[in-house]
């Protein structure tokens, strides 16, 4: 391997420490090499902390090494002053010689800015090291910018013979489909994404909570469908435990394509991410829509005979796990 490929893999590794919690800022990841030793790393904090570029340099013991080092970097450093100073600026004040750059930010308020300053500055900078592994890590802030819409995905558990939920139910409660560990495991997932939407009918049968109790993190902030707001204030949906916000016929026209019009309204509301959990009307929204990234297909050994049928999609399969007796795939949208 490459060097600089080797680098920017550490810095892809150590930045996802921060998925979950840096949004609306990237979550980046930096390295600082001297004679071939890394003498610092870190990640971006939480919003309103500092970026990566300074949690490395600050954890750079002597900082008389920076005159002769290596950062690594898996965004262009940034050139403008928002809660935190630009990192361009820190790196030329530490006058660290060299610069590695996974991809440069597409971001106005950088869009160069940030290379074209370190340049003139006298450093040495390197850009598309490992571009396409950096693009695909930046997914979700570069959907954000370049698409004005959230990464998007789709999330459901489907029985055995296609349905996601039975014909008739006794309570007003979710139907598992799927076992404990892939329950936990969407969990996980909603501590990552800034948001998580449902439907008004799945808020009504299901009654879900939408928060994470099976794994330690935020919640995502919850959106509910709800065009004339006549769900019911006492649905769990709407307690205490996490930010909930009502997507209603103020908000978006309900007789126009609508989820494009969620795409819009979650942009304005600085959504970077969200997980759509359904129902099966909702998801087949965003699917007949075409705007979707990712689905998250669970598919449990249970059997329904009728009900609701799964959303019917197309996409690419990256990947497909066994979780004890369920089954994950995870479909990239290619169209």
């Given at each position: 391997m490459k060097i600089h490929e080797k680098y920017i893999n550490r810095c892809i590794e150590i930045a996802k420490n921060g998925l979950g919690t840096t949004a609306p800022n990237p979550m980046v990841g930096s390295v600082i090499v001297y004679k071939n030793q890394i003498i610092g790393e870190g990640y971006t904090s939480p919003f309103g902390g500092p970026h990566a570029e300074v949690n490395a340099i600050q954890s750079v013991t002597d900082?008389?090494?920076?005159?002769?080092?290596?950062?690594y970097v898996t965004l262009e450093p940034c050139s403008h002053f928002g809660?935190?100073?630009?990192?361009?600026?820190?790196?030329?004040?530490?006058?660290?010689?060299?610069v590695v750059i996974g991809t440069t930010d597409t971001h106005s308020k950088?869009?160069?800015?940030?290379?074209?300053?370190?340049?003139?500055?006298?450093?040495?900078?390197?850009?598309?090291?490992?571009?396409?592994?950096?693009?695909?890590?930046?997914?979700?802030?570069?959907?954000?910018?370049?698409?004005?819409?959230?990464?998007?995905?789709?999330?459901?558990?489907?029985?055995?013979d296609g349905f996601i939920a039975p014909k008739t139910r006794n309570e007003q409660k979710p139907v598992w489909i799927t076992n404990e560990f892939s329950r936990q495991l969407v969990h996980k997932w909603r501590t990552e994404e800034q948001a998580i939407l449902i439907g008004t009918n799945t808020a009504m049968a299901d009654n879900p909570s939408l928060?994470?109790?099976?794994?330690?993190?935020?919640?995502p902030i919850r959106f509910v469908i709800d065009k004339q707001q006549k769900l019911s204030n006492d649905l769990a949906v709407f307690n205490n435990e996490a930010e909930t916000i009502r997507i209603t016929e103020s908000d978006i026209n309900f007789n126009k394509?609508?989820?494009?019009?969620?795409?819009?309204?979650?942009?304005?509301?600085?959504?970077?991410?969200?997980?759509?959990?359904?129902?099966?009307?909702?998801?087949?929204?965003?699917?007949?829509?075409?705007?979707?990234?990712?689905?998250?297909v669970f598919t449990g050994k249970?059997?329904?005979?009728?009900g609701t049928k799964a959303p019917s999609f197309s996409g690419e399969l990256l990947e497909e796990t066994s979780i004890q007796d369920d089954t994950l795939r995870i479909y990239k949208n290619t169209l």
């Open positions: 900082k008389t090494l920076l005159k002769e080092a290596t950062i809660k935190t100073p630009p990192c361009s600026d820190l790196i030329i004040k530490h006058q660290i010689p060299n950088v869009a160069g800015n940030g290379i074209k300053k370190l340049i003139e500055a006298g450093c040495h900078v390197t850009v598309g090291v490992l571009e396409i592994a950096c693009l695909e890590h930046h997914k979700r802030f570069f959907t954000f910018h370049n698409k004005k819409r959230p990464y998007i995905i789709l999330k459901w558990a489907e029985t055995a928060t994470v109790r099976d794994w330690t993190g935020k919640n394509p609508l989820a494009i019009q969620i795409g819009e309204f979650l942009h304005k509301k600085n959504i970077q991410s969200i997980i759509i959990e359904g129902g099966a009307q909702t998801l087949q929204t965003f699917i007949d829509e075409n705007l979707w990234d990712e689905a998250r249970t059997t329904f005979t009728e």
